[in-house]
Nanobody, 122 residues
């Protein structure tokens, strides 16, 4: 199994920046995707940004150009640099990892961090 520890959430003003960090530990040798999702009460959890082991990235349209996801495969960490923050970015942000199964490479196990609150308000 994989354990995820998140840090970096908090309160920021519109237009400000914030960096979220996530460190994975445990059975990390077969991690495929690492990234971030977010969720607002009453809404579905949505993808924010992900990165594969070869650093191919995927961003939600709402954050493209403002957020940057980066990962360090050796350290098993993934960061989310958030710039030009907007009030609508307010959400609980969850670190996410997908781990390929040893028994079946086509199967992935999914792990989530505990969530960290990001609030954008003046």
């Amino acid at each position: 199994q994989v354990q995820l520890v998140e840090s970096g959430g908090g309160l920021v003003q519109p237009g400000g920046s914030l960096r979220l960090s996530c460190a994975a530990s445990g059975s990390t040798s077969r991690i495929n995707v690492m990234g971030w999702f977010r969720q607002v009460p009453g809404k579905q959890r949505e993808l924010v940004a992900t990165a594969t082991t070869n650093r191919m990235t995927n961003y939600a349209d709402s954050v493209e150009g403002r957020f940057t996801v980066s990962r360090d495969n050796a350290k098993n960490t993934v960061d989310l640099l958030m710039d030009s923050l907007k009030p609508e970015d307010t959400a609980v942000y969850y670190c996410y990892v997908a781990v390929r199964s040893l028994g079946n490479p086509n199967t992935e196990n999914h792990y989530w961090g505990q969530g960290t609150q990001v609030t954008v308000s003046s």
